[in-house]
C-alpha cells in the first residue's frame, strides 16, 4: 500500500521560517514526480511546489523565491522549506505524488491528476 504522510504544520507568526515534511512508503520514491499542494479555508485546492525524478523543481507564483521544495531518496522524504511566511499561506498542505506524469509544467500548471495523496497538516501563519 502506498502511504503518504506530512508533518511539521504548526501555528507560527508571519516572517517565521518553518519545514514540513512527507514521508512515503509502497512505491519507487526515486522515479516519482512529487508536489505539494496546499487549500486554504474556503478556497480551492491549488498547487504549490514540484520536484521531479531528477531533482528539477518549480513553483508556483505565489511561493517563489520563498519556498523551496527537495527530496531525500534515500529516505523516501519529501520536504518544503517556507520562509517569509505570510498570513496568506494558512493552509492545509498535502504531497502527492504521481508516477506518469510528463514533466514538471504539467503537474503544476494542468491540474494534473496525481496518483497518491496525504492527509495533509496544517499550517497556520497569525500577522
Known amino acids: 500500500h502506498v502511504h503518504l504522510v506530512e508533518s511539521g504544520g504548526v501555528s507560527v507568526q508571519a516572517g517565521v521560517s518553518l519545514s514540513l515534511s512527507c514521508a512515503a512508503s509502497g512505491y519507487t520514491f526515486s522515479s516519482a514526480f512529487m508536489a505539494w499542494f496546499r487549500q486554504a479555508p474556503g478556497k480551492d485546492r491549488e498547487v504549490v511546489a514540484v520536484?521531479?525524478?531528477?531533482?528539477?523543481?518549480n513553483y508556483a507564483d505565489s511561493v517563489k523565491g520563498r519556498f523551496i521544495i527537495s527530496k531525500d531518496n534515500t529516505k523516501n522524504t519529501l520536504y518544503l522549506q517556507m520562509n517569509s511566511l505570510k498570513p496568506e499561506d494558512t493552509a492545509m498542505y498535502y504531497c502527492?505524488?504521481?508516477?506518469?506524469?510528463?514533466?514538471?509544467?504539467?503537474?503544476?500548471?494542468?491540474?494534473?491528476?496525481?496518483?497518491?495523496w496525504g492527509k495533509g497538516t496544517l499550517v497556520t501563519i497569525s500577522s
Open positions: 502527492a505524488a504521481s508516477l506518469t506524469a510528463p514533466n514538471i509544467v504539467v503537474v503544476l500548471t494542468a491540474d494534473w491528476n496525481m496518483d497518491y
Open positions: 520536484i521531479d525524478s531528477d531533482g528539477s523543481a
